[in-house]
């Protein structure tokens, strides 16, 4: 506890990210790789596969470090997460998509969540990593202001996962400016957190709507300095009604739409459907991972797809728990509900 108080102080004024102790270099080359996406703005570096490369970076420095400390037990149920998925691999109608699937999930625990439990060392290194976090989703809220709200590629390219990924960053970064003391630093994250809305603004995300509004609802609720909190939901609507334009809050309003097919709740429902039927047919390990798109169509409407064309081959049920629930079974479910208790 001693180390963690004298990282206090240091934390709002003391070296930045470049600065960092050598055991957190692997933490911030992971950080900027998977949420800055450089290979994106720099596509020749994609062929060197720097995200395995962080990776095994990354796994390394663990090992090299004797495991010092406990694994804290989410990280336990998240490695635990990989045997129904490496179960599911031969049994899965399309193999490779199972595979692909638990070897990216894989390499994200093992060299991503691992190493950034493992390696800090006291609170002065987590509000570092928290700080080079938020600050490397900015070039992607720039890119989706720049592109109609489509973001740089890899997992960030469809626009409700660029607003998925700013509202995270959004949250970390309010509290990261609640506590800084220095005007520069407050400056550079006011003006990061002002352009990552901006960003969930351009998505044009319905989704990512309600996760804005979910996420100021819970640290309202739920986190500390709340007074401030309250203020910068405040300002946040203000600007949000001000400077929002019109077509935002046109597809906002589409969201309740269920009745007729073809609108977005009614195709939610016809996804999450299937989904549960699959689940039922596959209770105890699922259909595999990425193969709900291609076990779908053995569970889709005939006449949507015979008379209409509406066919649901290689399509996502756009829900975490819908996607869950058919692919992993009750045993994933076991071990994700778990995880989130």
Same mark, same amino acid.
């Given at each position: 506890?001693?180390?963690?108080?004298?990282?206090?102080?240091?934390?709002?004024?003391? *070296?930045?990210?470049?600065?960092?102790?050598?055991?957190?270099?692997? %933490?911030?080359?992971?950080?900027?790789?998977?949420?800055?996406?450089? +290979? #994106?703005?720099?596509?020749?570096?994609?062929? /060197?596969?720097?995200?395995?490369?962080?990776?095994?970076?990354?796994?390394?420095?663990?090992?090299?470090?004797?495991?010092?400390? $406990?694994?804290?037990?989410?990280?336990?149920?998240?490695?635990?997460?990989?045997?129904?998925?490496?179960?599911?691999?031969?049994? #899965?109608?399309?193999?490779?998509?199972?595979?692909?699937?638990?070897?990216?999930?894989?390499?994200? /625990?093992?060299?991503?969540?691992?190493?950034?439990?493992?390696?800090?060392?006291?609170?002065?290194?987590?509000?570092?990593?928290?700080?080079?976090?938020?600050? %490397?989703?900015?070039?992607?809220?720039?890119?989706?202001?720049?592109?109609?709200?489509?973001?740089?590629? &890899?997992?960030?390219?469809?626009?409700?996962?660029?607003?998925?990924?700013?509202?995270?960053?959004?949250? !970390?970064? !309010?509290?990261?400016?609640?506590?800084?003391?220095?005007?520069?630093?407050?400056?550079?994250?006011?003006?990061?957190?002002?352009?990552?809305?901006?960003?969930?603004?351009?998505?044009?995300?319905?989704?990512?709507?309600?996760?804005?509004?979910?996420?100021?609802? =819970?640290?309202?609720?739920?986190?500390?300095?709340? &007074?401030?909190?309250?203020?910068?939901?405040?300002?946040?609507? !203000? %600007?949000?009604? #001000?400077?929002?334009?019109?077509? =935002?809050?046109?597809?906002?309003?589409?969201?309740?739409?269920?009745?007729?097919?073809?609108?977005?709740? $009614?195709?939610?429902?016809?996804?999450?459907? +299937?989904?549960?039927?699959?689940?039922?047919?596959?209770?105890?390990?699922?259909?595999?991972?990425?193969?709900?798109?291609?076990?779908?169509?053995? =569970?889709?409407?005939?006449?949507? #797809?015979?008379?209409?064309?509406?066919?649901?081959?290689?399509?996502?049920?756009?829900?975490?728990?819908?996607?869950?629930? *058919? $692919?992993?079974?009750?045993?994933?479910?076991?071990?994700?509900?778990?995880?989130?208790?």
């Amino acid at each position: 506890m001693n180390g963690v108080r004298r990282g206090i102080p240091g934390a709002t004024t003391g *070296p930045g990210p470049l600065a960092a102790p050598w055991s957190l270099k692997p %933490c911030i080359a992971y950080l900027m790789i998977d949420f800055g996406r450089p +290979m #994106a703005w720099f596509p020749p570096l994609g062929l /060197i596969k720097p995200g395995m490369l962080v990776g095994i970076w990354g796994f390394a420095a663990v090992l090299s470090r004797g495991m010092r400390r $406990e694994i804290p037990r989410p990280l336990w149920y998240m490695l635990a997460f990989l045997l129904p998925m490496a179960f599911n691999v031969p049994f #899965a109608v399309n193999n490779a998509l199972a595979l692909w699937g638990f070897e990216d999930f894989a390499i994200l /625990i093992l060299g991503g969540v691992l190493p950034l439990a493992m390696l800090p060392r006291d609170l002065r290194d987590v509000r570092q990593l928290a700080t080079v976090y938020v600050l %490397c989703h900015v070039p992607t809220a720039i890119h989706a202001l720049m592109h109609a709200g489509v973001g740089v590629g &890899g997992w960030m390219g469809d626009e409700n996962d660029v607003a998925l990924a700013l509202n995270a960053a959004i949250g !970390v970064g !309010v509290y990261l400016l609640i506590e800084t003391r220095g005007f520069f630093r407050r400056l550079l994250l006011g003006g990061s957190l002002g352009v990552m809305v901006a960003g969930v603004v351009a998505t044009k995300s319905r989704g990512g709507f309600v996760g804005f509004a979910t996420l100021g609802l =819970y640290m309202l609720l739920v986190g500390p300095k709340r &007074g401030r909190i309250l203020l910068a939901i405040v300002l946040a609507a !203000v %600007c949000l009604a #001000a400077f929002a334009p019109p077509a =935002y809050w046109a597809e906002v309003r589409s969201i309740d739409g269920a009745e007729k097919k073809g609108d977005t709740g $009614e195709q939610r429902f016809y996804f999450w459907g +299937m989904a549960w039927r699959m689940f039922l047919d596959h209770p105890i390990v699922g259909v595999g991972t990425n193969n709900y798109g291609i076990v779908a169509p053995a =569970y889709e409407s005939r006449e949507r #797809a015979e008379f209409e064309g509406e066919h649901i081959w290689g399509r996502v049920a756009h829900s975490l728990y819908f996607t869950l629930i *058919p $692919e992993q079974g009750l045993v994933g479910i076991a071990i994700f509900s778990a995880l989130v208790i």
